[in-house]
């Protein structure tokens, strides 16, 4: 093969891989949904209400804790059966008097370890059957609770139920991740009729307590990690439940997305040296999942530098000329994002590009600094607007009484 060849076949093959993993991949899940498609099984009420241990682990969130625990106590669940633990991970703020102020469980550790650690030891700590994960910046619709409860007795042969979680933004021009998040959770959908959900969102999802397994004290994408434990170590099964909803603020700038992504960018390819043994072929359709929905996507940050590289090289031929305006095109759209924005139709294809290019730019980001061993199991929280109004508004109410 010659070098014009080889660049050709590494290009196309690039690009390929890109098309595959956002448009072939969703294609062919969707066409397989319907080959093997199930009959919806009816909705279960348990006899009684299981005993729920609601657990969050928070560092630094004394503006948004208060307003967290008051949405948990007005869930229209039996409070009897309700347990909320609270583990402060060495916070340095007012986050651990503002949770003991509250009729809840309060683990204040003094070192500050990680997330990973804090979740293990609420985890044995927990008193009941059941536990619900949520974050500290997230909000339950009253019945969400409820709505986990009757899919785990709906799949009895699963462990895992995750709930819908949405996201808005108090910024004027909208959040930035709106569309993706619509695109994922159609695909979050389409993965749940094989039973083989790719992890969890860390806001709203639940299982039951003897099928947990620790996660490593380095781990950086608990929510993700957690539910592939199980199925590698148990053959667990891992369900979306689109009734049972939440909802949480998405970041307005774009320095705070980027830097979520570089996170979970980083936490991704490290949970790879622990669940890689579900890409074999022996674990059958979660393996096809895992390969397709997140390992490519994975790597597209090189296929796309692949591509670039690859065009450049080819550019006396027609077809890498138009290929290269493509690119170039669509990266100017990306830089461009905000100002296009309120443009109708090319404004949400701006954004879309920018978006994007965030999200290939913090995977390479989090594969670097994964690599120069810079990555930490601690987080940072970020700027939230409407949780510091909300705890104002609690502040002023507790003060009035």
Avoid at 24 to 42: F, N, V
Avoid at 104 to 119: D, E, T, Y
Wanted: some cysteine; glycine content about 6%.
């Amino acid at each position: 093969m010659d070098i014009t060849n080889f660049f050709t076949f590494v290009t196309l093959l690039s690009f390929g891989f890109l098309f595959y993993t956002y448009v072939g991949y969703p294609g062919l899940l969707w066409i397989l949904s319907k080959l093997a498609r199930r009959p919806e099984l009816p909705p279960v009420v348990p006899t009684e209400w299981p005993a729920v241990s609601i657990l969050i682990s928070a560092y630094n969130e004394e503006h948004a804790i208060g307003a967290r625990i008051e949405n948990l106590l007005k869930l229209d669940y039996p409070r009897d059966r309700v347990e909320i633990l609270v583990g402060s991970d060495g916070s340095n703020d007012r986050t651990a008097e503002i949770v003991a102020a509250y009729p809840v469980r309060l683990i204040n550790f003094a070192q500050r370890r990680g997330k990973a650690s804090v979740i293990n030891d609420l985890v044995a700590a927990a008193r009941n059957e059941i536990v619900v994960f949520t974050d500290a910046n997230t909000f339950f619709r009253p019945d969400a609770v409820r709505e986990l409860m009757q899919a785990l007795w709906r799949y009895p042969f699963g462990s895992v139920v995750v709930g819908r979680l949405e996201l808005r933004s108090a910024a004027d021009n909208g959040n930035l991740d709106g569309a993706y998040w619509r695109y994922e959770t159609w695909i979050k959908t389409l993965e749940s009729r094989f039973g083989s959900l790719l992890g969890a969102n860390g806001a709203i999802y639940a299982f039951r307590r003897d099928r947990y397994r620790p996660v490593p004290s380095a781990a950086i994408v608990d929510d993700f990690l957690i539910p592939m434990l199980m199925r590698r170590d148990c053959g667990d099964r891992t369900f979306f439940v689109p009734a049972a909803r939440a909802w949480e603020e998405s970041p307005e700038e774009v320095k705070d997305e980027f830097r979520r992504r570089v996170r979970i960018g980083t936490g991704d390819f490290q949970a790879l040296k622990w669940t890689w043994p579900l890409l074999l072929p022996s674990y059958g359709m979660i393996a096809l999942i895992y390969f397709s929905h997140k390992v490519l996507r994975w790597l597209g940050p090189w296929f796309l530098l692949a591509g670039l590289i690859g065009t450049l090289t080819l550019l006396d031929e027609p077809l890498f000329e138009i290929l290269l305006a493509a690119q170039l095109l669509f990266y100017a759209l990306a830089l461009a994002g905000a100002a296009l924005r309120p443009l109708p139709a090319i404004g949400r294809l701006a954004v879309a590009a920018r978006y994007f290019v965030i999200l290939n730019a913090g995977l390479l980001l989090g594969l670097v600094r994964l690599s120069l061993g810079a990555a930490r199991p601690t987080w940072a929280t970020a700027p939230r607007k409407t949780l510091d109004m909300e705890s104002r508004r609690l502040q002023a109410k507790a003060s009035a009484k």
